[in-house]
């Protein structure tokens, strides 16, 4: 397993100016106009990347701002937070404008939030098996590992088979996040995560984050969920940045745990009937076994 850089997690957002090690709670959605005096940089001048100020909460506000240099820097790419994993998925939608949308099993909200989208089109969105043939101006959308059953895809595979008709890859890597996996290194044109899943880890956050490789895809993103008006709330922006404090300890822990309790189930569901293994009478675990 790839080692998570804790020192990215805990001071990724150190260049932002004031004296807080850790940033307060903020939930203002407004703040102060500088004096015409000042010659503050108007709003077209803005780095919305690294705003020197801000200026109303759907754009930027100090913690989101944070939150994303954060997971820039884990990712490996360019992140814009969303108010949860399918205003993410809507976002995408949005930003790409498939012609048609491979997509096969996975979370059943990213179909129905699919079945929005297309519904607000004026021409049919076909939806294809992510093994049917491709052809210009389709989307390739897999989820992997694969919410709720686990199974892995082949992301080098998917990326290949897209790319030969110029077509788009988006990852939903939610179960698989860092150091697990990179998805950009095996070919992925975006990433996606819900939030609320291991990067928030404490069942008390809704977020969605896509991850781009290009700050011009990044501008891009970040213009649409403007005036789309899907930004994580303030508060959700901090308790995720909490969060990500401690995902280079949780996440290599859930995997080493996961992985001995399937080893242990394993084990348990091979034991004949008439004998038991570690308590477990033989055949019991069989009858849950997935058909």
């Known amino acids: 397993m790839a080692k998570l850089n804790g020192t990215h997690l805990i001071h990724g957002d150190s260049g932002f100016p004031g004296t807080e090690v850790s940033p307060s709670i903020s939930v203002t959605t407004t703040f102060r106009a500088p004096h015409p005096d000042e010659h503050a940089p108007g709003i077209d001048e803005f780095d919305w ?19 994303e240099h954060v997971l820039n820097k884990i990712n490996h790419g360019h992140a814009v937070t969303y108010s949860s994993g399918l205003a993410a998925t809507y976002a995408a939608l949005v930003h790409f404008k498939p012609k048609r949308i491979a997509i096969t099993r ?17 021409e049919p969105t076909p939806i294809i098996g992510i093994d049917d043939e491709f052809q210009e101006g389709d ?9 709720p059953t686990g199974e892995s895809r ?3 595979y998917y990326a290949d088979k897209i790319h030969a008709v110029g077509g788009k890859l988006i990852v939903d890597s939610t179960f698989g996040p860092p150091p697990l996996q990179y998805p950009f290194k095996w ?60 995902l280079h300890l949780r996440v290599p822990r859930q995997s080493a745990s996961g992985t ?32």
């Open 260 to 291: 001995e309790l399937a080893q242990w189930l394993n084990r348990a569901v091979n034991i004949p009937v008439g004998q038991e293994y570690d308590g477990i009478p033989g055949g019991v675990v069989a009858k849950f076994r997935p058909r």
């Open 106 to 122: 996975g979370y059943p909200g990213c179909h129905a939030s699919i079945a929005v989208y297309a519904k607000n089109r004026f």
């Open 139 to 147: 989307l390739c959308w897999i989820e992997t590992p694969i919410n």
């Open 49 to 67: 990347q690294n705003p020197s100020r801000n200026m109303y909460s759907r754009y930027t506000q100090n913690v989101s701002t944070r939150v």
């Open 187 to 246: 070919g992925a044109d975006c990433i996606l995560h819900s939030g609320t899943k291991y990067f928030g880890g404490h069942s008390d956050l809704l977020a969605g984050i896509l991850i781009v490789k290009t700050e011009q895809e990044w501008k891009d993103l970040f213009e649409d969920r403007c005036f789309l008006g899907n930004m994580m709330g303030s508060f959700e922006s901090w308790l995720l940045l909490r969060s990500l404090r401690t």
């Open 154 to 156: 082949d992301i080098q």
